[in-house]
């Protein structure tokens, strides 16, 4: 039997005067709006990028351990008249990731609540909004758990720190080899008939690729929009009241969410992973639904021999020919013009990492570099070529 697992944005005005003013003053109106435009340029790309998937206290469900305080800040507690049913990730200062099951039927008293790491007492780094919006895929199926993804708006922004900051998310060419290492967290029952802990659990379990996942459950079951991950033996799993919460690998220093816990054959049954919902399929979709803020996407890439293509079962069709660098690429078009690209090797139970890069949108930098232009007859020549070099290099 399946289970499912359930900015006003500163402006910055920019004066333009005259009558009265110097060349002087007039270059240094310039020069400081050009300054504000890097700053709003950097307060937007550190408030994702630069912050998701670094939690300062982290130096790590069923068969799991008790979390460390602050070792996944992003993690939340869904509650409904105070009682936890489902987790969730916050994915940037005003929107949480989690699953479209959850919110099937009308949840009256909804509380997201934030920095908590018990569920039971009183918290002095916790916090807690109500939700303005929720927001299911328009084709979650939940005769099939497809695209068992959902998006909460929170009635106003959070503050990061220590104990609440959001996770990167997996971009639309990552890619995810069998035996990747991953980590689960929630709050939900250690096993079935077992009670939720009150303490947040974590719990690491390998990645099983999708073929070998598709053998297990029933072949067709398994789709695109889903990534699988657990022992063979069993005895590691998300389990009733982690649905919604995340699944993430690190790479390069940094957490990325690879999952979002959807369901599951009972909970750590050998040869039946947990079933999550692939968030490198929704890129699109999560950027089309946040205007504004867009969290941090990255991508998380494999290399070396993904033993999942070698696995057959009745029913399961053979691997093409050809197979693309990447599965999710030609169906995911990338709309974040700040996403970080990362790659790691992998083998069966490791990860090596190399190293980080990071891509800005050249139209912001195409704006400034208009303005610094405009100002080269008003500031000295030293200034002016230092701060071209910034554009140019830095940007």
Same mark, same amino acid.
């Given at each position: 039997?399946?289970?499912?697992?359930?900015?006003?944005?500163?402006?910055?005005?920019?004066?333009?005067?005259?009558?009265?003013?110097?060349?002087?003053?007039?270059?240094?109106?310039?020069?400081?709006?050009?300054?504000?435009?890097?700053?709003?340029?950097?307060?937007?790309?550190?408030?994702?990028?630069?912050?998701?998937?670094?939690?300062?206290?982290?130096?790590?469900?069923?068969?799991?351990?008790?979390?460390?305080?602050?070792?996944?800040?992003?993690?939340?507690?869904?509650?409904?008249?105070?009682?936890?049913?489902?987790?969730?990730?916050?994915?940037?200062?005003?929107?949480?990731?989690?699953?479209?099951?959850?919110?099937?039927?009308?949840?009256?008293?909804?509380?997201?609540?934030?920095?908590?790491?018990?569920?039971?007492?009183?918290?002095?780094?916790?916090?807690?909004?109500?939700?303005?919006?929720?927001?299911?895929?328009?084709?979650?199926?939940?005769?099939?758990?497809?695209?068992?993804?959902?998006?909460?708006?929170?009635?106003?922004?959070?503050?990061?720190?220590?104990?609440?900051?959001?996770?990167?998310?997996?971009?639309?060419?990552?890619?995810?080899?069998?035996?990747?290492?991953?980590?689960?967290?929630?709050?939900?029952?250690?096993?079935?008939?077992?009670?939720?802990?009150?303490?947040?659990?974590?719990?690491?379990?390998?990645?099983?690729?999708?073929?070998?996942?598709?053998?297990?459950?029933?072949?067709?079951?398994?789709?695109?929009?889903?990534?699988?991950?657990?022992?063979?033996?069993?005895?590691?799993?998300?389990?009733?009241?982690?649905?919604?919460?995340?699944?993430?690998?690190?790479?390069?220093?940094?957490?990325?969410?690879?999952?979002?816990?959807?369901?599951?054959?009972?909970?750590?049954?050998?040869?039946?992973?947990?079933?999550?919902?692939?968030?490198?399929?929704?890129?699109?979709?999560?950027?089309?639904?946040?205007?504004?803020?867009?969290?941090?996407?990255? =991508?998380? /890439? !494999?290399?070396? &021999?993904?033993? %999942?293509?070698?696995?057959?079962? +009745?029913? @399961?069709?053979?691997?093409? $020919?050809?197979?693309?660098?990447?599965?999710?690429?030609?169906?995911?078009?990338?709309?974040?013009?700040? =996403?970080? /690209? !990362?790659?790691? &090797?992998?083998? %069966?139970?490791?990860?090596?990492? +190399?190293? @980080?890069?990071?891509?800005? $949108?050249?139209?912001?930098?195409?704006?400034?570099?208009?303005?610094?232009?405009?100002?080269?007859?008003?500031?000295?020549?030293?200034?002016?070529?230092?701060?071209?070099?910034?554009?140019?290099?830095?940007?």
């Amino acid at each position: 039997m399946q289970t499912e697992r359930r900015r006003r944005e500163e402006g910055y005005l920019c004066l333009s005067r005259s009558g009265g003013m110097d060349l002087t003053a007039m270059a240094f109106y310039k020069v400081m709006c050009l300054a504000a435009g890097l700053m709003l340029l950097t307060q937007e790309s550190e408030s994702q990028l630069d912050v998701c998937g670094q939690p300062k206290l982290n130096t790590r469900i069923v068969g799991g351990q008790v979390a460390p305080v602050g070792s996944w800040p992003w993690q939340v507690s869904l509650q409904t008249s105070g009682f936890h049913f489902c987790g969730g990730s916050l994915i940037n200062s005003q929107w949480v990731l989690t699953a479209a099951h959850c919110f099937q039927t009308t949840v009256n008293g909804l509380t997201v609540n934030l920095g908590r790491q018990s569920l039971e007492g009183s918290n002095p780094n916790a916090v807690s909004r109500t939700v303005t919006k929720i927001i299911n895929h328009p084709n979650y199926n939940s005769v099939t758990n497809n695209n068992d993804i959902c998006l909460l708006q929170l009635s106003s922004p959070v503050n990061f720190t220590s104990y609440i900051s959001p996770v990167c998310l997996a971009a639309s060419d990552s890619t995810f080899y069998s035996g990747v290492n991953s980590w689960v967290t929630g709050w939900g029952t250690i096993g079935i008939s077992l009670p939720s802990p009150q303490n947040l659990m974590e719990v690491e379990v390998p990645v099983v690729g999708n073929r070998k996942c598709n053998c297990n459950y029933g072949v067709g079951e398994i789709t695109d929009n889903m990534i699988c991950a657990g022992l063979s033996a069993g005895g590691k799993d998300s389990c009733q009241g982690d649905s919604g919460g995340p699944m993430v690998s690190k790479q390069n220093g940094r957490w990325i969410q690879a999952g979002v816990v959807s369901f599951g054959n009972g909970c750590a049954r050998p040869n039946f992973p947990g079933v999550y919902a692939r968030v490198s399929q929704y890129q699109t979709w999560i950027n089309s639904q946040i205007s504004s803020n867009q969290p941090g996407f990255m =991508t998380f /890439t !494999s290399t070396g &021999t993904n033993s %999942d293509l070698s696995v057959t079962c +009745t029913g @399961l069709p053979p691997v093409p $020919t050809t197979t693309p660098t990447t599965t999710t690429s030609k169906r995911m078009l990338s709309t974040n013009p700040k =996403t970080i /690209t !990362s790659v790691a &090797t992998t083998t %069966d139970t490791n990860t090596k990492t +190399t190293n @980080l890069t990071t891509t800005t $949108t050249p139209k912001i930098r195409n704006v400034l570099i208009t303005i610094l232009f405009d100002s080269n007859q008003l500031i000295p020549s030293c200034v002016y070529f230092s701060l071209q070099v910034y554009l140019t290099v830095i940007l």
